[in-house]
């Protein structure tokens, strides 16, 4: 049997790289292929069975049989060193690095981070021989680098656990009932509150629309704090612009709460200008609910058609695009609908084939096992 073991700098439960890579270890474990996951932390309550790089022992474990070593790529971190001195081949799944830039000017040490990571890329397309990404946008970067053999393979989405999550029944009445005293339309976004995330954005498209088409709209920004400094900004700018009572920040929460509240909204508006993919877009289809977006990064390649894109960036024009939506039932429904067809395309089995693909190719490349190994080959 060969082996392919999972490296990334940290291991978090409810976190889409985390899920993406116990979601490869099972689907490879189908087709005969094992592995093991490798943190440099393991995060309480992530996947069972992972481990910190501490208890790795790469000579012991190439030994017992032919092993690939693949890493996840997402930020800088001395994991990728040690990734690069493990004996054997190895490749990389590329799950993009925020640009410094756009980070660092809130976050300083973050942005040495994300600064230390593309130093980390551009030097480990020396070391890895062949590399996976989760997007067509992802794949260009990697190619602008020298990688020499990529593939993209989206996301693991289990799609249909996503449509099928339970809402918290008592938030959903909660949520309702605020909607029929007050009335208005309901604005949702999902995302790590940071600055390229674009939530201030989504501020101001609200004060637009409420200005224009529905003085008692709402928008919900659902997520973690990813910088503290701008969910601070974002706050003073509700209270600034008079929209306390319009805006609220729930912080992370846990997946039932998640489904209700995109049980209960009209509409999902992002106006984030960094995605290397972009799971809740996927997570807005799985729920049947129209998409307006911001067109950036790989949100046109992950949307596809499922959703109305915008090329500006404006208050003005993410406040028409949300109320052509919400104002016209069947424009939404035929949205809804083309994200229930792109969330097919994104589904577990056609993203698993494009994995047992990519993964056949690389074993047979590095004479791991031959290349038309009928375990991979076949699926």
Known sequence: MVAVHQVLPVLAPRDAIGNHTTAIRRSLKTVGVSGEIFAGEVVAGAADGARSIREARPSKLAVMEPTLWLYHASTGSPVAEWFADLPGPKAIDYH????????????????????????????????????????????????????????????????????????????????????????????????????????????????????????????????????????????????????????????????AALAAYFAVADVYVSASTHEGFGVPLVEAMAHGLPIVAYASAAVPETVDGAGILVDEQTPVVLASAAHRVISDPTLAATLAAAGRRRLAELGAAPSERRLHRAISHILGAAGLTPADAPSLAGV
Request: aromatic share 6%; glycine share 8%; hydrophobic share 50%.
């Open 96 to 255: 993009n690095i925020t640009p410094a830039e756009v980070l660092g000017p809130w976050e300083p040490h973050v942005g040495v981070e994300l600064e230390h990571g593309r130093r980390q890329l551009a030097d480990l397309a020396d070391v890895a021989g062949w590399a996976l990404a989760d997007s067509a946008f992802n794949e260009a970067e990697l190619i602008g680098l020298g990688y020499r053999w990529t593939a993209v393979v989206p996301i693991l989405l289990d799609t249909a656990h996503l449509a099928d999550a339970v809402a918290d029944a008592s938030l959903v009445a909660e949520l309702r009932a605020r909607r029929a005293k007050a009335g208005g339309a309901d604005w949702l976004f999902v995302s790590r509150l940071l600055p390229h995330k674009g939530q201030h954005e989504l501020v101001k498209a609200l004060a637009a629309y409420r200005l224009a088409y529905d003085p008692a709209a709402r928008l919900t920004l659902v997520g973690a704090a990813g910088s503290s400094r701008y969910v601070d900004a974002v706050r003073d700018f509700v209270e600034d612009l008079g929209l306390g009572d319009a805006v609220t920040i729930t912080g992370s929460v846990p997946p």
